[in-house]
């Protein structure tokens, strides 16, 4: 199985840097994960050839190339159809308000919209996904991938809570760290310091820790140092165009 960073920006795009957007890859079978601004466009491979797409949450740093994809797949002169979404609740009904959809509208027939919660699990091709639900302002599912034998999670957005238990004994953690300085101290809750991501990673068994989701304005040096006094494992920031294998 194999990770591929699309972008990883935190709240939103910056020149030359997606918000939240990964391929996961095993054989010929891939999944987009996440679909942030500026993700459709950037993808290292030909979209048509995206096998599934899940969604984390709502928040348009997530979720808005869905759009894009949809007005690729449903309006280009190479259709496509039933694209399975798994995704949190409430991600169908914030999209569809931008195209209002009737029944005969093609938003409804580009894509098969499958909302998934905590406890949730489906197969694509080789790939095993299942769902928890993370800690966050709006509802927002973390995800577990495995394939022979090799496990990856992704935490979408999300602050600290048992939720975390998904990422027990994981090759590889995908976990959001937009904040930097000490835990508790930041206004909205709903979000991981690069001390907690550390944290997380070293309780729960973590081979190798690469955080995401580091808005423009940060120093990424910083949050590799925090989450190293707290972790001694592999550990990276995500950026566009890396590649891991899990």
């Known amino acids: 199985m194999r990770l591929r960073i699309i972008g990883s920006a935190g709240s939103y795009p910056a020149s030359g ?13 891939t999944v987009w994960v996440d679909c942030g601004p500026g993700t459709f466009i950037s993808m290292p ?8 797409i899940v969604v984390s949450h709502r928040h348009t740093d997530h979720c808005a190339d869905l759009l ?45 919209f499958n909302e998934v919660g905590d406890g949730d699990a489906v197969t694509v091709g080789p790939i095993d996904l299942s769902f928890v639900l993370a800690h966050h302002s709006v509802p927002d599912v973390a995800t577990r991938f495995v394939s022979d034998g090799r496990t990856l999670v992704y935490t979408g957005d999300t602050g600290p809570g048992d939720w975390d238990r ?24 709903y979000h991981l310091t690069a001390k907690e991501a550390g944290e997380i990673a070293r309780r729960r068994g973590v081979a190798r820790l690469v955080m995401t989701h580091l808005p423009d304005h940060l120093d ?16 990276a920031v995500a950026e566009p165009g890396g590649s891991f294998l899990v």
């Open 17 to 29: 840097t997606p918000a939240s957007g990964y391929l996961v890859d095993e054989d010929d079978t």
């Open 45 to 52: 491979i030909d979209p048509w050839a995206v096998d599934a």
């Open 68 to 112: 894009a994809a949809f007005h690729a797949f449903g309006y280009s002169d190479r259709l496509r159809t039933r694209v399975p979404v798994y995704a949190a609740a409430g991600v169908f009904d914030a999209l569809k308000g931008f195209v209002d959809p009737d029944d005969d509208h093609p938003f409804r027939s580009v894509f098969d």
């Open 166 to 189: 998904v990422a027990t004994d994981a090759d590889l953690f995908l976990c959001e760290a937009t904040y930097q300085g000490e835990p508790g101290t930041h206004a909205y809750p």
């Open 220 to 235: 990424p040096a910083i949050s590799v140092a925090e989450a190293a006094a707290m972790f001694d494992g592999e550990l």
